[in-house]
């Protein structure tokens, strides 16, 4: 169980446009969703956390005119990475975390964006 | 600050035991995780510390010290397929996870 898919796998754009990645928690209700972004030899970088129905908390720096993130239901999360630029170039992870009391976040695939 | 350190890189032999270190400082604690994340993939949970002490699941244990601020996760009988990053990861106060930069483990046969 707690399983999270994230399509696409990977994409390649060209610069200025934009590119939605989709995040399902396919055998649970997901409150809450984390999108994670990670540069080559780094961590992972936390970019929002988002609750299902609310705006999206983002983390400072993040500019969140550029990354959308719609939460609309309990197992869709997406993140829409408008006017990309080679620079936001980068593997996307989201996460997906139940209620309760137990912490752990459950990942998805991740997702290549290349903008060329 | 918060912070989470961890060794860059080790190096181990097919078959030998190997422990990973991880320390931290945040602002409260709600647990502490470690993640296993092969190259180009996303990362998969190995355990969760809460509560003082080790915790064993096959031939993955992790040590948590809430005192020391430390942890340690050991891997027994070294497999190639082994060879990985592990993510140290502690929960803070408002429950957001701050992450370790990660230990690349290099199994050599």
């Known amino acids: 169980g707690a399983v999270v898919s994230q399509h696409p796998s990977w994409v390649i754009c060209k610069s200025g446009t934009s590119v939605k990645i989709e995040c399902r928690s396919l055998?649970?209700?997901?409150?809450?969703m984390f999108w994670y972004r990670q540069f080559p030899k780094q961590s992972l970088m936390l970019m929002a956390t988002s609750n299902e129905g609310s705006k999206a908390t983002y983390e400072q720096g993040v500019e969140k005119d550029k990354f959308l993130i719609n939460h609309a239901s309990l197992t869709l999360s997406t993140l829409t990475v408008t006017s990309a630029h080679p620079e936001d170039s980068s593997f996307y992870i989201c996460?997906?975390?139940?209620?309760?009391?137990?912490?752990?976040?459950?990942f998805g695939p991740g997702t290549r964006l290349t903008v060329l | 600050g918060q912070n989470i350190d961890q060794p860059t890189e080790m190096t181990a032999t097919e078959g030998a035991i190997v422990q990973i270190n991880c320390t931290y400082q945040?602002?409260?604690?709600?647990?502490l995780f470690w993640y296993q994340q092969h190259a180009g993939e996303a990362p998969t949970f190995l355990s969760y510390n809460v509560l003082d002490g080790l915790e064993e699941k096959g031939r993955f244990s992790s040590f948590l010290s809430r005192s020391k601020g430390y942890s340690y996760l050991l891997l027994k009988e070294l497999q190639m397929k082994d060879s990985a990053s592990y993510l140290c990861a502690v929960m803070d106060s408002n429950y957001q996870l701050i992450w370790g930069a990660g230990t690349k483990l290099i199994i050599k046969p």
């Open positions: 055998d649970f209700q997901a409150t809450t």
């Open positions: 996460s997906a975390k139940t209620g309760g009391d137990y912490n752990e976040q459950f």
């Open positions: 945040t602002s409260g604690f709600n647990g």
